[in-house]
Nanobody, 120 residues
């Protein structure tokens, strides 16, 4: 199977920056895409940004121009650089992977989540 390990959350003041990372390990044959989603208290989980292994990116309108998603193919790792953070960015951020296992089976999984809090 595949494991996702997230890191980098924390508390930051409005206007500050944080960087998240998510590393995938296990019997991965190929990755279709990985991405970041977030869920604020009382709200549904929403897309933040995704990146295909070919490098195509997709962002939520609310984070365009402030967040940047990137990947390291060799490490099966994605990163999310978050700048100009606002209080409404406060949420638990989840990593997601859609991949093909070494058994050639399609596979999808979520990470455990990392808390990002933007507050003065």
């Amino acid at each position: 199977q595949v494991q996702l390990v997230e890191s980098g959350g924390g508390l930051v003041q409005p206007g500050g920056s944080l960087s998240l990372s998510c590393a995938a390990s296990g019997s991965i044959f190929n990755i279709y895409y990985m991405g970041w989603y977030r869920q604020a208290p009382g709200k549904q989980r929403e897309l933040v940004a995704t990146i295909t292994w070919g490098g195509s990116t997709n962002y939520a309108d609310s984070v365009k121009g402030r967040f940047t998603i990137s990947r390291d193919n060799a490490k099966n790792t994605i990163y999310l650089q978050m700048n100009s953070l606002r209080p409404d960015d406060t949420a638990v951020y989840y990593c997601k992977i859609i991949a093909v296992l070494s058994t050639k089976a399609d596979f999808g999984a979520w990470g455990q989540g990392t808390q990002v809090t933007v507050s003065s």
